[in-house]
């Protein structure tokens, strides 16, 4: 009786560890005829310092799109409609004080800012249509109007960048390739190289460690969980007539990192994604043949969530 009752604790001892050990395959799903809403709260903090001079920048934003999804065509591409819902943006420091809300786009101030009111204006009117191949990755980004010919030149030199199809279809299939490529265990990482476009050639690259963490309990659903965490970062400057400055080193660190993914394996969705990152370091400007000296401490971040209609 004692060597039976041995036997059946093994076997359940050995159940549950293969239950830990199983493998989950976290698959994006572009259901036909669907529809989700995105919501993201993003800030940008940056103190910059030059030659001893103080530059301060914070940047606040809350965006809600909705997304809807259409047909599979007969070559396999799939076309989904995006159309933002609101948009409200603030902007504060050294510059001045700039605030934009959707609801009431023509409300303006006097801050030097006021520069970047057509385009906020334009991206809150303005339908996308991302367009997925057979393998659920974006092959193009379409727009129903060409936001930047429209924009005063000041302005096309400073977002040129990041209104680029290109650059916009890179991004999107940035954000897609979070998840793992195979089958997970908990406990398997993967690491990504990602990059974030700034505008007027300002790109920062990032090498990303993603870990996942299993199930996890979330406002009574399961989810998967991934853990992301930032481990360094590369700054590049492309001279841009917009700039005074041009960049001769840089040499950035992360000071703090933290993020982390739910994902919804029944509808295919990341449900929620949290991401905060501090850098900062020194950085070596030009101008007019003389090195400018400078401190960076910038800390980004930003919290997505998605409802699945």
Same mark, same amino acid.
């Given at each position: ?17 293969h239950?830990l ?15 989700y ?17 103080e ?33 409200q ?8 004080d700039y ?38 990755? $974006? ?10 010919a429209?924009?005063p030149?000041?302005v ?5 960048d ?16 979070a ?11 993967w690491?990504?190289?990602e ?6 050639g300002?790109v ?13 309990q ?23 007539p ?9 040499k950035?660190?992360?000071a703090?990192?933290?993020?982390f ?5 029944? $509808?295919?969705?990341? $449900?929620?994604?949290?991401?905060k ?16 000296p ?5 800390t ?6 998605v409802? $699945?209609?």
């Open positions: 009786m004692k060597k039976s009752s041995i036997v059946s604790l093994l076997v359940v001892v050995v159940s549950a560890a239950g050990c199983q493998e989950v395959h976290l698959e994006r799903k572009l259901p036909e005829g669907g529809s809403t995105t919501e993201i709260t993003g800030g940008i903090d940056q103190t910059l310092t030059i030659v001893g001079m530059t301060t920048t914070n940047v606040q934003t809350h965006t809600v799109s909705t997304s809807h999804i259409g047909s599979r065509a007969n070559d396999g591409t799939l076309r989904v409609k995006e159309k933002v819902d609101s948009l943006i603030n902007m504060g420091g050294t510059a001045g605030s934009f809300d959707s609801a009431n786009p023509a409300e303006s101030g006097s801050s030097p800012l006021e520069m970047f009111r057509p385009i906020h204006t334009m991206l809150a009117e303005r339908a996308t249509t991302v367009v997925y191949g057979e393998d659920n990755l $974006v092959q193009a980004i379409e727009s129903d109007e060409n936001v930047l429209s924009l030149v000041q096309q030199a400073l977002v040129k990041q209104l680029d199809p290109a650059t916009l279809k890179e991004a999107a299939n940035q954000a897609l390739a998840l793992p490529d195979e089958p997970v265990r908990k406990g398997a990482s690491e990504r190289t990059s974030a476009n700034f505008g007027a300002q920062m690259t990032f090498e990303v460690t993603y870990t996942y963490q299993g199930t996890v979330h406002e009574g659903k399961t989810f998967d969980r991934i853990n992301q965490k930032v481990g360094s970062v590369d700054f590049t400057l492309e001279d841009n917009a700039l005074p400055l041009t960049l001769k080193d840089a950035l660190k992360i703090a990192s933290q993020g993914i739910l994902f919804d394996r029944k $509808v295919g969705q990341i $449900v929620k994604s949290s991401q990152t501090r850098i900062a370091g020194g950085i070596t400007f030009e101008a007019n043949g003389m090195e400018l400078s401190k960076l401490d910038l980004i971040n930003s919290v997505t969530n409802k $699945v209609n």
